[in-house]
Antibody, heavy 118, light 109 residues
Framework: QVQLQESGPGLVKPSETLSLTCSVS????????WSWIRQPPGKGLEWIGY???????NYKSSLRSRVTISVDTSKNQFSLKLRSVTAADTAVYYC????????????WGQGTLVTVSS | SYVLTQPPSVSVAPGKTARITCGGN??????VHWYQQKPGQAPVVVTN???DRPSGIPQRFSGSNSGDTATLTISRVEAGDEADYYC????????????FGGGTKLTVL
């Protein structure tokens, strides 16, 4: 059974960079797409972007200037960096797997709350 | 950018049928995935590719998609179905963008 686990700081200061890692266990990171999704408290889901195991990426248009997603196949991990954060970036951040570019998010991490505050 | 519109809330009595809609321009030409999210938990996919059901999802959950509206139907609703439900598509019109609907809170009366 594939399992995903997010890790990283729960508190980030405004204007700094949010950094999270998703560790994949129970299966290989190879041959799949891996995504980040966030959910502000009490609000809906927002797709951030995805990375293919080979390293190709695609980001939400409105976040593209601030987001970088990378992958480390040797560690079975992928990561999110979101620069110049503000309070509006406060959210639960989920990592998830996609089988193909048309498929659903079939496996999700439990989510991690990141608060942007000084 | 592509927009998916869901009603904020739907209420249904136990044992009845709940229908949750997801509106979008020509959504019938896209594959729609539906997720159930209970408080404090990650979303779980309940139907994918419009009307397929992943392993382990009860047959009470079904999906349809045509024209400008996709629908998630939950038959014989149980108290445990109370949750937020989100529709999701991939918009390939300009770039390959993931899009979620705003979510619908299903209340079991």
């Amino acid at each position: 059974q594939v399992q995903l686990q997010e890790s990283g700081p729960g508190l980030v200061k405004p204007s700094e960079t949010l950094s999270l890692t998703c560790s994949v266990s129970g299966g290989s990171i190879n041959n799949y797409y891996w995504s980040w999704i966030r959910q502000p408290p009490g609000k809906g889901l927002e797709w951030i972007g995805y990375i293919y195991y080979s390293g190709s990426t695609n980001y939400k248009s409105s976040l593209r200037s601030r987001v970088t997603i990378s992958v480390d196949t040797s560690k079975n991990q992928f990561s999110l960096k979101l620069r110049s954060v503000t309070a509006a970036d406060t959210a639960v951040y989920y990592c998830a797997r996609i089988r193909t570019v048309a498929s659903d998010f079939d496996y999700w991490g439990q989510g991690t709350l990141v608060t942007v505050s000084s | 950018s592509y927009v998916l519109t869901q009603p904020p809330s739907v209420s249904v009595a136990p044992g009845k049928t709940a229908r949750i809609t997801c509106g979008g321009n020509k959504i019938g030409s896209k594959s729609v995935h539906w997720y159930q999210q209970k408080p404090g938990q990650a979303p779980v996919v309940v139907t994918n590719y419009d009307s397929d059901r992943p392993s382990g999802i009860p047959q009470r959950f079904s999906g349809s998609n045509s024209g400008d509206t996709a629908t998630l139907t939950i038959s014989r609703v149980e108290a445990g179905d109370e949750a937020d439900y989100y529709c999701q598509v991939w918009d390939t019109s300009s770039d390959h963008q993931g899009v979620f609907g705003g979510g619908t809170k299903l209340t079991v009366l």
